[in-house]
Every structure is written in C-alpha cells, then in structure tokens.
C-alpha cells in the first residue's frame, strides 16, 4: 500500500517529461485501468465458497462491531494520520522540489526515490525482525523521528535555508519512520479483532486513505513558498495527533489491566 503512491509520482513525472503533456499521465491511468480490470476478471476467487458472504445484511452488523472496537478503531486512527503525515509529502513533492528548490525533474526522480528506498528498506527491516519488534512502544522512536524531522524543517524555513538535499534528508527520516510505524499500529489494531477480518482491513483502509486524503487537501491551499512553509507544519500537527492516539491507546491499556486486578 505504500509503495504504490511513493512510485506513482515518479512514473507520472517521466511521462510528462517523454509526451510534454499532463493529459499522458490520465491516458496510462486509463491503459493501466482497464488491463487491473481483465486480470482481475482473470484471477479465481480464493475464499471457500461456504465463507463467502453474499447478503449485505450479514456483513453489516460485523462492521458496526469493528467500529464499536475501541482498541482496533484508535490503532486504526493511530495507522491513519501516520499516512497523512506521508501522503502530504508524496502530493506536495513535486511542486516542493520542482518549483520551490529548482531541481529540474531527473533530480525531483533521484531525491524522491531516496524517500521511497526509506519506506522499502523500513517494510525489509520489518520482515526480517517481524517476531521482535511487534510491541507497540517500538512506535515510541519511530514517531519521535517523524516529530524530529518535521521541526528540523520548520527551523530551517524559519531561517529561510531553502536547501533540497536537507529537505530529502527529512522526508527520508520520515518517510522509513511512517513506513515501520504505520506497519506496527495497523498490526496492533488488526490485534484487537477476533473474527470479519475483511471487514475490519477495509475499514483501515478506508480510514487511512480518507484522512491521507484530508491531509494533502489542506496543503492543496498552499503554493511555491508558502507550501514549503506549510507542509512540515501539517505533517507535525498529523504527528501530534498519532501521539495523542498511542497515549489513550496505553492509558486504555493500564485501566483494563486495573480492572482485572479488582
């Protein structure tokens, strides 16, 4: 899931850059479209027949459980203003780099794909080290990260140090810290659920993508200098939020644990 929309501006920037012409980029959305619909009519449906469900009426009331959740949903919420603080740097890159730091396109590409190796080696990392790393305050670090580097770029537009490199050096930060982040509380809120776990990703997903969504709407306001301003700003306040999020998540945890102990 994060690996599709970290590319997709680069495949986009190539485009424009081979045709000279924004209306390319929807022409291979189209072509890319209809060939996801053949090869989707093409693959064979995996579930058992017995566990499919065919009537809204029993899948409706697994929703309403989910939502009524409150561990999955805040893990959920936790998972989704992560991606905000990444969708905002994936919608805003190309105008940062291209009209705010001048890098000219072949350069927006190589910092780009810098931030989008951060997400790959992160997901690498996770596989690898899956068994020990699951625990939920190993957010702690990564989330301080995210925080860290969105400040580090608000100092330096305070001091006006328009700088490319420094600002990829940032978005690399934070682009791995939300990649191991986001992986850890969507596999804790996923934790939470018990049965309908359909149900439940697509609630995630959702989530995430509407709030993702609202992310980068905000800074759709903001343009050449200002989104510079802007975008670290946002990105800290989606931070800020996750924080709030993981500390009703802990303190839920400690009054259950008190609950049982009476």
Not at 71 to 85: D, I, N, V, Y
Not at 205 to 222: D, E, L, P, Q
Not at 231 to 256: A, D, H, R, Y
């Amino acid at each position: 899931l994060l690996i599709a929309p970290m590319v997709a501006p680069i495949i986009g920037s190539v485009l424009v850059d081979l045709t000279h012409t924004w209306q390319s980029t929807f022409h291979f959305l189209t072509a890319y479209g209809v060939v996801m619909v053949i090869m989707a009519c093409l693959i064979e449906e995996t579930l058992e027949p017995k566990d499919r469900q065919k009537d809204l009426s029993k899948i409706i009331p697994s929703y309403i459980i989910h939502l009524k959740n409150p561990g999955f949903m805040l893990g959920t919420l936790a998972s989704s203003t992560l991606a905000a603080a990444l969708f905002i740097f994936i919608s805003s890159s190309a105008l940062i780099y291209l009209d705010g730091y001048f890098t000219g396109s072949l350069m927006y590409c190589s910092y780009y794909a810098a931030c989008c190796m951060a997400a790959i080696l992160a997901n690498f990392y996770i596989k690898r080290h899956a068994e020990s790393i699951q625990k939920l305050f190993n957010v702690y670090y990564t989330v301080s990260a995210i925080a860290l580097s969105s400040m580090f770029l608000i100092v330096l537009n305070f001091f006006n140090i328009d700088n490319a490199f420094l600002y990829t050096t940032a978005m690399f930060v934070l682009c791995g810290s939300v990649a191991f982040s986001s992986t850890i509380v969507y596999s804790f809120s996923l934790n939470q659920v018990t049965h309908s776990f359909g149900t439940a990703n697509a609630i995630s997903n959702f989530s995430k993508n509407m709030v993702a969504a609202f992310g980068s709407f905000i800074v759709s306001f903001y343009h050449g200098r200002n989104l510079i301003l802007a975008s670290p700003i946002v990105q800290l306040g989606f931070t800020i939020m996750t924080i709030v999020i993981l500390i009703t998540i802990f303190k839920l945890k400690i009054e259950c644990s008190k609950q049982r102990n009476l």
